[in-house]
């Protein structure tokens, strides 16, 4: 987790005008509101909904290898955020084909953990939501968008640093867990 004097730094650097009326200086109260003394215009920094899908193949994990910073060449698990009116399912579905060309018919809700993602300078919280889907064949799966590539790879022989994210390795750990017991 980031250090909260940290991301009340980022935060005021991130904005050092008011995004309403361009006064110089908005504060930031509570590491989570943006207050302008110029238009009282406030703005509260909530947490972005993600979603990500363990996804298998036999007994094997599909995984992306990042294209992009954040963490551009860690690994990752198929999803990104939700845009607008779409369910966690309908997003998570939209994510892996555009970044996997791959239909999951069957997702199953595993499990959630918060999350840091720096983008651009600037801190973002998350909520990343996480699932499990197995799949009968791969037939044209092929690395698109913000996926550089993916592997398969037995989960029990994955080293949970390689994850780019702390959410998606801390899911991966229940994940083993849960696969022991």
Do not use: W
Request: glycine fraction near 6%; include cysteine; proline fraction near 6%.
């Amino acid at each position: 987790m980031s250090d909260p004097s940290n991301q009340s730094q980022q935060l005021k650097s991130s904005f050092s005008f008011c995004p309403k009326c361009c006064s110089p200086g908005p504060t930031i109260l509570n590491d989570r509101q943006l207050l302008c003394p110029a238009c009282g215009f406030q703005y509260f920094f909530n947490c972005a909904a993600a979603t990500g899908a363990f996804l298998f193949f036999k007994d094997q994990l599909i995984l992306a290898v990042r294209e992009r910073e954040p963490k551009a060449g860690y690994l990752d698990v198929p999803g990104g955020f939700l845009d607008f009116n779409e369910s966690a399912e309908e997003g998570l579905q939209r994510e892996i084909q555009e970044e996997l060309h791959l239909h999951v018919a069957s997702l199953r809700y595993f499990m959630s953990a918060p999350n840091d993602y720096e983008y651009g300078g600037v801190p973002y919280k998350t909520m990343d939501l996480f699932f499990i889907g197995y799949l009968e064949n791969v037939e044209g799966i092929k690395a698109a968008d913000d996926v550089r590539d993916f592997v398969f790879i037995s989960p029990e022989s994955l080293d949970p640093q390689r994850f780019a994210f702390d959410s998606t390795r801390k899911a991966f750990l229940c994940l083993l867990a849960m696969r022991k017991a």
